[in-house]
């Protein structure tokens, strides 16, 4: 009786880790050693975990640094487990998750370096009489640094069409921007702003849209 209470009182407190070995980190830091109580970091990928005494095995694997090399494991079906090791540590125990993702050198690169340009557009000053539509497109696009343009317009506009009121190109990029006259009372603009980069980004383009009434 008297170890089932202890085992609980530890499970309340701890959470036992199931998981394989990735790759170890020998620290030398005073301040880490103190904080995890061992002086190896471990690179973990955890198969399962045991939880306020219930286990859960996971489908998906995660990877965490946790403290120590783990000792045996015991428990939630990992006992015979060659390539498992076990840690039990508190629950209020700072470790780091990290996302790991699989890919060619070409595509995980392009991944990392999307978002190169951005852009923006606001329209301001509209107004629709006799079929003529006008009024003023501010934008912006940032390529490492950022452009600003202001273009006034003064077009003949049916409802529901997009209209280009101007196509051109900044150095950086190049921009296109239109118009539609979605209601007599709305009006849309767009704004779709394209680069190319080096390989292995090839060419990268930015949109932005906004519809305000009047």
Known sequence: ?????????????????????????????????AEFGASTLTYVKVHGVQLNGICTRMENPITLILPGEGIDPKGCGFDDAAE???????KDQVSSKLQLTSGTIEDLLTDELKGLIDAGIKIKNVSYSNG????????????????REAIEFS??????QWITITGFDIGIADIKVQVK???????CGR???CADFPWPIGEQCAKATECIEF
């Open 191 to 193: 704004l779709e702003a």
């Open 1 to 33: 009786m008297e170890e089932l209470i202890e085992q609980s009182v530890v499970s309340a407190f701890n959470v036992k880790v199931f998981g394989e070995a990735i790759s170890k980190t020998p620290t030398k830091s005073k301040v880490l050693t």
């Open 132 to 147: 003529k539509l006008k009024g003023r497109i501010e934008i912006w696009v940032k390529v490492g640094v950022t452009i």
């Open 155 to 160: 077009i003949d506009a049916g409802l529901s």
């Open 181 to 187: 006259l979605d209601s007599l009372h709305k009006i």
């Open 84 to 90: 498992i090791k076990m840690w039990q540590i508190r």
